[in-house]
């Protein structure tokens, strides 16, 4: 199979490729620049994408639906983070891959930490391997922008906090309106760490500011439907250097005539009280329930 071979003048260029795979001859990929606004300081540069003669969208009905290659088709994007704040923030961005029929939108995420007041960086993110069954990839737009303060911001795999602990969330699940997310505490440090109690949680809205009139409430047993023994007593816990604890937050996703829904966008979260934040997002749409429930800290399942 041959290479692709780009050509890059200075805002835009074009590229023929040729790869196994394709029908219907050979598709172009094109590099554009971009001029539309920002969204959250956040500004797509450039793009490369199919264009043009490109094969169809695959039909799920065949049995092999997958014109295009299985490797990379070198589909990218160039995007720069100018932080127009007061202070540093760690971004995450998802980027959606779109394509001329809307069908098979691929997301990927890419997090810029640590951009100062008034800095840019710039960076690229890669579709990568296509999909089974994608469509030709058209497009590439910001699909959402959060930030946090970069002191507060949850350390990356594979680093620890200064104080020798790492807080982090899973993703969020739901099921018939019944939605939860699980917390997670690591002693990354070199020294036993002791935890006695349930994470402090302070919700926040999109400008970080505390929301009002949510209850958080210490017995998951109170939402119907949580998971048996969710509303054990907490015991104290001493974690080990590598060792971990679990909790989890549990709310129904409930919208009743009244206020008007309720969504949480960022938690910021204390293992327990004295320890540094961390600043999690987790989108909580709580509808109008006005409460959430969390778990104690406790050891996994062995």
Request: hydrophobic share 35%; proline share 11%; aromatic share 4%.
């Amino acid at each position: 199979m041959r290479r692709a071979v780009l050509l890059l003048p200075a805002l835009a260029a074009f590229l023929l490729v040729t790869a196994c795979g394709f029908v219907s001859g050979d598709p172009t990929i094109v590099q554009t620049s971009v001029t539309v606004p920002p969204v959250d300081d956040v500004r797509i540069t450039s793009m490369t994408v199919f264009s043009g003669r490109h094969p169809p969208c695959p039909d799920p009905a065949e049995a092999d639906p997958d014109p295009l290659p299985s490797g990379d088709p070198g589909i990218f994007a160039t995007y720069e983070v100018a932080n127009s704040g007061v202070e540093a923030f760690t971004y995450t961005i998802r980027f959606a891959f779109t394509t001329d029929v809307r069908r098979g939108v691929t997301s990927r995420y890419e997090t810029v930490p640590a951009v100062g007041p008034g800095a840019t960086v710039r960076g690229t993110v890669r579709l990568g391997v296509l999909e089974l069954g994608t469509c030709p990839v058209t497009g590439i737009r910001i699909a959402e922008v959060t930030r946090v303060p970069a002191a507060e911001a949850p350390p990356a795999p594979g680093e620890c906090s200064p104080s020798g602990i790492r807080l982090t969330a899973g993703d969020v699940s739901a099921a018939t309106g019944l939605r939860s997310a699980g917390l997670h505490l690591e002693n990354c440090g070199t020294r036993d760490y002791a935890v006695d109690g349930y994470p402090l949680l302070e919700l926040l809205d999109k400008d970080r500011s505390p929301v009002e009139g949510v209850q958080i409430l210490q017995d998951s047993g109170s939402i119907s439907g949580s998971e048996p023994g969710s509303d054990e007593p907490a015991r104290p816990l001493v974690l080990k250097p590598g060792e971990s604890a679990l909790s989890s937050i549990t709310w129904r996703n409930t919208t009743e005539i009244g206020p008007a829904p309720v969504n949480v966008p960022y938690v910021r979260a204390r293992a327990q009280r004295g320890d540094d934040p961390v600043t999690l997002t987790l989108h909580l749409d709580l509808g109008t329930t006005g409460k959430l429930t969390v778990r104690p800290w406790t050891r996994p399942p062995a």
